[in-house]
């Protein structure tokens, strides 16, 4: 049973590019969030997804967006890449409307700005 | 808003031996869970142990276990026996009951030594 899976593992962008992360779920999980973690740092709550929507989001910029797909499977967008937006990105799913003790965390997506 | 404090420095601990991780939390919040995560080299976060906010007993997962004492805000992990493969970053989080959204401290680097 597959768990989390992310795509790239790493990749590198310049300033002012825009970046897609992909996320695909655990098995029978239908909600997904995103995390951003510098380095150093904890994880920090980007949004979530149910539903295709966004239910949920952070303390993040406009900058950042996101989208849920029918299967579940999830992007994070970043336009305009500063600098700063260099970090590990996180992903983990849950069922809805579970406890967070269900999480499931991918991997990650680590990407530097240049 | 909730908070996470963990200040320890990097922590060498010897094989077979336990280990003590602090952690303390604000939250205006009647109702939360506290969590504790592992995250190795590789990046994925490991979930390791879970205790609400009502729970009265101290929470327990095999070598994990959590001392908890609402009074004091405070959700210390303690690990027996560590093992080389604890070697890892340890990060407490909490969050509000139901919607899986994870405020995480900075961390705790643990390194087990022979």
């Known amino acids: 049973d597959a768990g989390v899976t992310q795509s790239p593992t790493h990749l590198i962008k310049t300033r002012g590019q825009q970046v897609t992360l992909r996320c695909s779920p655990k098995?029978?999980?239908?909600?997904v969030s995103w995390y951003q973690q510098a380095l150093g740092q904890g994880p920090q709550f980007i949004f979530q997804?149910?539903?295709?929507?966004?239910?949920q989001r952070g303390n993040f910029p406009d900058r950042f967006s996101g989208h849920q797909f029918p299967n579940y499977s999830s992007e994070l967008n970043v336009n305009a890449l500063l600098l700063g937006d260099s970090a590990l990105y996180l992903c983990?799913?849950?069922?809805?409307?579970?406890?967070?003790?269900?999480?499931?965390f991918g991997a990650g997506s680590r990407l530097t700005v240049l | 808003a909730q908070k996470i404090t963990q200040t320890q420095p990097g922590m060498f601990v010897q094989e077979k031996e336990a280990v003590t991780l602090d952690c303390t939390y604000d939250?205006?919040?009647?109702?939360?869970?506290l969590f504790w995560y592992k995250q190795p080299s590789s990046g994925e976060m490991i979930f390791l142990i879970y205790?609400?906010?009502?729970?009265?007993q101290n929470a327990t997962e095999g070598r994990y276990s959590l001392n908890f004492q609402k009074a004091r805000k405070s959700a210390n992990l303690v690990i027996s026996a560590s093992q080389l493969g604890d070697s890892a970053m340890y990060f407490c989080?909490?969050?509000?009951?139901?919607?899986?959204?994870?405020?995480f401290g900075k961390g705790n680097q643990v390194v087990v030594i022979p």
């Open positions: 983990a799913s849950s069922p809805q409307f579970s406890g967070a003790n269900v999480l499931t």
């Open positions: 098995s029978g999980h239908d909600t």
């Open positions: 939250t205006s919040d009647q109702s939360y869970g």
């Open positions: 989080a909490t969050d509000q009951y139901g919607n899986n959204r994870l405020a």
């Open positions: 997804y149910y539903e295709e929507e966004e239910r």
């Open positions: 205790q609400g906010s009502y729970d009265e």
